[in-house]
């Protein structure tokens, strides 16, 4: 007999996102934790989905993290027929998501939104795009 039941899917990627923007933010699970009243061993259990996140509970994360609850049910595994694309975009998110969730993809993000000119933010836009079709128009097909 199996003593440790998995998280279920949903609950990790509602962890998962919780854990993103947290990290978006720059904010601590310590911080978050306090914010709630909880422990950051709480936080650290809801990102990793061992705890479910209960409703109210969300809503004051979603509050404090500044973003809408739906944020953290985008991409969630199950839901390719709640918007259908046709598109791979369910892929596409899932790497969007580990790109963010990384060292560079937060540091990218947390510069990025400093620079206040909008129309530099698009040249930044512009020139990633042109360096990323190069690289794919010299990779060997």
Known sequence: ??????PN????HVGSRLRLRRNMLGM???R???SLGITF??????EKGTNRIGASRLQAISGILEVPVSFFFEGA???ENAAPSGFGEEQQASYGDD???SAEGIQLQRAFVRIGDPK???????LVKALSAETDEGSPS
């Not at 007999?1 to 998995?6: H, I, L, P, T």
């Open 28 to 30: 601590s699970q310590e």
């Open 77 to 79: 595994p199950g839901q």
């Open 120 to 126: 530099i933010r698009r040249r930044i836009l512009d």
């Open 41 to 46: 061993q709480q936080i650290q259990k809801y």
């Open 9 to 12: 899917p949903i609950d990790v």
């Open 32 to 34: 978050l934790g306090e």
């Open 1 to 6: 007999m199996e003593s440790k039941k998995k």
């Open 99 to 101: 790109f963010l969730s």
